[in-house]
């Protein structure tokens, strides 16, 4: 089955630098791979997917790029501020089975310093 | 308001006494998982069910139970707890269309098994 890894568990960065996430998957048919926020003490949050089909996502200071040929992806925030500040999850799905079997990565701990 | 709502929201029970976590969804989706998360080891699907009547096992469903009567409901049953399932548990739902994917999370239940 699809195994996701996801690097680094902690990350630390100065107010207004930026931070990078990154993630490897196993299963070459995996065509979806969404980022989840998770703020202290909330439920995960979906911030930003990106299908296959696409080598890049943006949505204002957040972006995803996906390498299929070297099966991984990352999550890239600029100008942090300090609400970016959560655990942030990646994951990835086949589409024919949809969103019900996403596989999650381990989690980085993102912290903004002031 | 759409929301995806669980109860309890904290347990504290001891091994082998049986416990039933609900999970109630009012945007009509079709599909619904629960997650557990643990320290350094991310979501991990339990079950999921892509409608009514309709589940199947995610990645670590040993020891857990689910039911689908209702499109709104999907309970998670614990017949005999253990030690090792005490952890943080999500319900999850989503539509079943390749337009979105998003998986809308409940508040989450933190479950104790002395």
């Known amino acids: 089955g699809e195994n996701v890894e996801q690097h680094p568990s902690t990350l630390s960065v100065q107010e207004g630098d930026s931070a990078v996430i990154k993630c490897t998957y196993s299963?070459?048919?995996?065509?979806?791979f969404p980022w989840y926020k998770q703020e202290l003490g909330k439920r995960p949050q979906l911030i930003i997917d990106i299908r296959s089909n696409v080598g890049e996502k943006k949505d204002q200071r957040i972006a995803v790029t996906l390498n299929k040929t070297a099966k991984h992806f990352s999550l890239h925030i600029t100008e942090t501020q300090p609400e970016d500040s959560a655990v942030y999850f990646c994951a990835a799905s086949r589409s024919a089975q949809g969103a019900q079997k996403l596989v999650f990565g381990q989690g980085t701990r993102l912290t903004i310093n002031p | 308001e759409a929301q995806v709502t669980q109860n309890p929201r904290y347990l504290i029970t001891v091994t082998g006494k049986k416990l039933t976590v609900t999970c109630s969804q009012n945007?009509?989706?079709?599909?619904m998982s629960w997650y557990r998360q643990d320290p350094g080891l991310g979501l991990r699907q339990i079950y999921y069910?892509?409608?009514?009547?309709?589940?199947d096992k995610g990645d670590v469903p040993e020891g857990y139970k689910v039911s689908r009567k209702e499109k709104r409901n999907f309970p998670l049953i614990l017949e005999s707890p253990s030690p090792n399932q005490t952890s943080l548990y999500f319900c999850?739902?989503?539509?079943?269309?390749?337009?979105?994917?998003?998986?809308?999370f409940g508040p989450g239940t933190r479950l104790t098994v002395t």
């Open positions: 945007m009509n989706h079709e599909y």
């Open positions: 999850a739902s989503s539509f079943r269309t390749t337009q979105s994917y998003e998986q809308y």
């Open positions: 069910s892509m409608n009514v009547e309709v589940t």
């Open positions: 299963d070459s048919a995996s065509n979806y």
